[in-house]
């Protein structure tokens, strides 16, 4: 039996537990926040037997195999560094750290140390995408030319996942100096991995990044409002293609929209994840006139979580690791770099 700890309790540690709770062969024994009501109320609801406040403290008193780290962005770094240090397999949201040097830390500790590392990049659970990324590589789309993808929210428009203004889980990614560097690195940074997972690297970005207007002053409480809410990236990748990669808050009514379009000399893909994650369309170009697509039924997928059991159990590394975690960060860094000077960057990850 894995045993398991989680650092963080809030909003999206309920997937976590949901996700190991049904995997056979593990179990979360610990939990930690900071914050006691909501540790004690979630081990409470998930029958997590031990409780604490500290990670220090977890970490020392608790006997795990492995943590998952399911805190705001900035505690991901200096609690990954902690965690690989006491020789614990590790799970960690995304992303991964705030900047690509920290990533590498990790990502070299981790190496080091010579345990299991995965970060949590969600929609690679959908089997579209896994099954997009064979037909590339089997050739089946020939060369790409052209790339399209986006990741639209609108909760700054809509309250269907709470009345933002109220409620800090939201508050902390407008907010710099809580973090956050914006829709780019909360939600940008899964469709610059779902893009580039078929397709290989990105080799250079162009980005522009906006923070609109959204309170009195631009100011809630503690919370200055000033990370980007918007951005749109153009891009080439290793491979010669070009792409357009963008991402925003403000698209209502697309609650959790991601999209993914590939075009190559041999046949096209489209990737709607609001449609479906187990099935694409693929248009195989074949000399023909008329635009016939096919809809490919891709089935199921292992998810992250099921992939990092099945890591530990068998020593053998699954992606997505600390590595992919920091090539990702590498391009989130040109991005805010691209946007600062209004210029290309070539990305060196
Ligand atoms: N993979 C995905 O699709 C996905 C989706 C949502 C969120 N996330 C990521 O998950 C992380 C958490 O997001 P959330 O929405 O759950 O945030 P949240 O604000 O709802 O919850 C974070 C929790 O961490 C606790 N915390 C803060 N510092 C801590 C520390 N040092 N030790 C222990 N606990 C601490 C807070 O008290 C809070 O309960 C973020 O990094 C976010 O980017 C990923």
Redesign the pocket.
């Given at each position: 039996m894995i045993k398991l700890g989680i650092?963080?309790?809030?909003?999206?540690?309920l997937a976590h537990a949901n996700a190991f709770n049904s995997i056979d062969g593990c179990k979360i024994v610990a939990a930690?926040?900071?914050?006691s009501k909501?540790v004690n109320d979630f081990a409470a609801k998930h029958g997590i037997p031990e409780v604490y406040t500290d990670?220090d403290e977890m970490l020392a008193q608790s006997d795990l195999d492995a943590v998952t780290i399911?805190?705001?962005?900035p505690?991901?770094h200096p609690?990954a560094l902690k965690v690989i240090a006491a020789g614990k397999h590790i799970l960690c949201?995304?992303?991964l750290a705030l900047n690509h040097a920290d990533a590498l830390e990790m990502r070299d500790a981790a190496q080091k140390a010579g345990v299991i590392n995965m970060v949590?990049f969600?929609y690679r659970n959908s089997s579209a995408i896994q099954k997009a990324t064979e037909l590339v590589a089997q050739g089946a789309l020939g060369t790409i030319r052209h790339v399209h993808a986006y990741y639209h929210q609108s909760w700054l428009v809509h309250d269907y996942w709470g009345h933002w203004p109220t409620s800090?889980?939201w508050l902390?990614r407008l907010s710099k100096s809580h973090g956050s560097a914006g829709v780019i690195n909360?939600i940008g940074i899964?469709i610059l991995d779902f893009a580039s997972m078929p397709l290989g690297s990105l080799a250079s970005v162009h980005c522009r990044l906006k923070c609109f207007d959204k309170a009195e002053g631009n100011q809630i409480g503690e919370y200055k409002l000033d990370a980007n809410d918007s951005a749109v990236i153009t891009t080439e990748f290793t491979n010669g293609a070009l792409g357009t990669i963008h991402t925003t808050r403000w698209a209502y009514p697309h609650k959790n929209s991601l999209r993914l379009d590939l075009y190559g000399d041999k046949a096209s893909i489209e990737i709607d994840l609001n449609a479906s994650s187990t099935e694409l369309k693929i248009n195989r170009i074949l000399g023909r006139t008329a635009m016939e697509w096919e809809t490919l039924d891709c089935g199921k997928t292992p998810t992250n979580f099921e992939r990092f059991i099945k890591s530990i159990q068998t020593g053998v590394q699954d992606q997505p690791d600390f590595a992919r975690g920091a090539e990702i960060q590498s391009v989130l860094d040109a991005c805010h770099l691209s946007a600062e000077n209004d210029k290309t960057i070539q990305i060196h990850s």
């Open positions: 650092l963080g309790t809030g909003g999206m540690a930690c926040d900071i914050d909501r990670a399911v805190t705001p962005d505690f991901h609690l949201e995304k992303p949590n969600s800090p889980t902390w909360d899964h």
